[in-house]
């Protein structure tokens, strides 16, 4: 079966400094992989993709996540937090029909 | 530009009413059609997903049901609604079923 983990509940990061909210992936083949951000009492906002290309992907607000496949990770970065960045963020994965599958989700908070 | 709308945005429902939660979506034709369970602000649980009108495939066994009356139309409905239903309803879109866009939820809380 294809999943995600999201290994920490909770990151917690000083404004200004760079940040990482980590995913690692079991999937067969190549993956599709997602990163995902919800505020609180909203929806879910798509970040960035990766399906093929460069490993290194730029998504909205100034994030990015890089693919590893020899770590089968996809971590999401951003080199300069803001308070505003503070958030539930879900990784998924594209298993190959019908849904996404998300992971547990991380909750990030950045510090003033 | 496509939107998603739920409603409603809030509801308090004693445990045993039923329940009808609406999801419309503007701007697109024939999407495939998604309800997620969010429990204690957490993961995503996918409840139902329709791929046309009248399609309708269960993830989970449940006291729940799905309807899809109209091609950018999709209805979550109880007969008899259970504490556990309490949370954070997400409906979703997408034509292809990697790239999903999220309704902005309602919140259920089952007295």
């Known amino acids: 079966a294809q999943s995600v983990a999201q290994p920490e509940d909770q990151v917690n990061v000083a404004e200004g400094n760079p940040l990482t909210v980590k995913c690692t992936y079991s999937v067969s083949g190549n993956p599709y992989l997602f990163w995902y951000v919800q505020y609180p009492n909203r929806g879910l906002q798509f970040l960035l993709k990766y399906i093929t290309g460069d490993n290194l992907v730029k998504g909205s607000y100034g994030f990015e996540a890089e693919f590893n496949k020899s770590q089968t990770s996809f971590h999401l970065k951003k080199p300069s937090a803001l308070v505003s960045d503070s958030a539930l963020y879900f990784c998924a994965v594209y298993p190959g029909r019908r849904a996404l599958t998300f992971g547990s989700g991380t909750r990030l908070q950045v510090q003033p | 530009s496509q939107t998603i709308h739920q409603w409603p945005a809030t509801l308090v429902q004693p445990v045993g009413s039923p329940l009808s939660l609406e999801c419309t979506v503007e701007g697109t034709s024939n999407p495939n059609l998604y309800w997620y369970r969010q429990a204690a602000g957490r993961g995503l649980q996918l409840l139902f997903y329709s791929v046309g009108i009248g399609q309708i495939s269960s993830e989970v066994p449940q006291n729940l049901s799905a309807s899809r009356p109209q091609d950018r139309q999709f209805i979550l409905s109880s007969k008899k609604l259970l504490l556990s239903d309490s949370g954070f309803y997400l409906c979703?879109?997408?034509?292809?079923?990697?790239?999903?866009?999220f309704g902005p939820g309602t919140r259920l809380t089952v007295t």
């Open positions: 979703a879109w997408s034509h292809r079923a990697y790239e999903q866009y």
